[in-house]
DNA sequence: ATTACTGTGACGTGGCGTCAAAGTAG
DNA sequence: ACTACTTTGACGCCACGTCACAGTAA
């Protein structure tokens, strides 16, 4: 009620701006991973910019650590959580739970990062690999290339 | 005819040391990704090392860069290709034509190099992202524990 | 009224998982 | 004759892609 006026965005849109079809907009809302959004009097869904965001970090799960859907929902969940207690810090009665909360947010987190880390050095060894192989490659077309025993470059 | 005992491995040990099911492997033989191979006479599969590399390299790939398996057998194709190349080096009159599929492996690899390196970075990213968080999540957590305003280390 | 976009089904696809029923190895 | 392993179907599941057809926005 007391917020600047938040453009909303149509499903083509954010499909657009996040590089995912509709269809996969209307099946991630449909398994819980993006709340059903605000519709206008016709029925036409309209977003916000946290659910662009929110789709973002659903592909960015996706590409880079291969989860399930089923993951990656508990994963958000996690954060959505998270950002909440970031939001209405007050500190009541029910410290307990909220630290709780913390440490389950805490413990997916770091799992996560192990599997990050894991890939990352998995990536790390694959990149040195290939970039040994293009030079390889390279010494040999170039070999070919110049025929002539002795000319241009050693 | 002139080779050592190669020690030709069961669908099931296949299975166990690549960590896939028989499922499998019988569905990337089924799409080319391996090549059928030798049976005993009653009709079981005998698998070499190679197969098993094979398949480990699949494995990477899917798991590292998330290709499809249409993709993956491309890039396959192609190392085999190269190993072929390396194997028989012996320079006849199809120069040219080496030459060519020299480029032509080397345009593949440098294909592959530049999605590695994209998702070098981006998992780059997040892994930085997710260690800071970790360390804010520390001091929260720590923060609640010692509910004494001043006690135990800073 | 027209054109572009969106709505909800419903069926198809890729990459396997998971039985089931029958044959093989040792 | 047993037991453990393997064979080929065939159906199921997830994460969407792809129509089809009707309704909505401007």
Redesign the interface.
């Known amino acids: 009620v007391a917020a600047q006026q938040r453009a909303e965005l149509q499903i083509g849109e954010v499909a657009e701006r996040t590089g995912v079809t509709q269809r996969t907009l209307r099946f991630y809302e449909e398994k819980g991973l993006l709340k059903p959004p605000t519709r206008m009097e016709g029925g036409f869904r309209l977003y916000t910019e946290e659910d662009v965001q929110r789709v973002e970090q659903i592909r960015?799960m996706?590409?880079?650590l291969?989860l399930s859907l089923a993951e990656i929902k508990e994963m958000v969940e996690a954060d959505e959580a998270?950002q909440q207690i970031r939001a209405e810090y007050r500190r009541d009665a029910e410290?307990e739970q909220?630290?709780q909360q913390?440490?389950r947010?805490?413990a997916i987190?770091?799992q996560?990062?192990t599997i990050?880390?894991q890939?990352?050095e998995?990536?790390?060894a694959?990149?040195d690999q290939?970039?040994k192989?293009?030079q390889q490659?390279?010494g040999?077309?170039s070999n070919?290339?110049t025929?002539r025993p002795a000319e241009a470059a050693r």
């Open positions: 960015r996706q590409n880079l291969n998270l410290v909220r630290r913390l440490i947010a805490r987190t770091e996560q990062h990050v880390r890939k990352l998995q990536l790390q694959m990149n290939m970039e192989r293009l490659l390279d040999w077309i070919l290339e025929r």
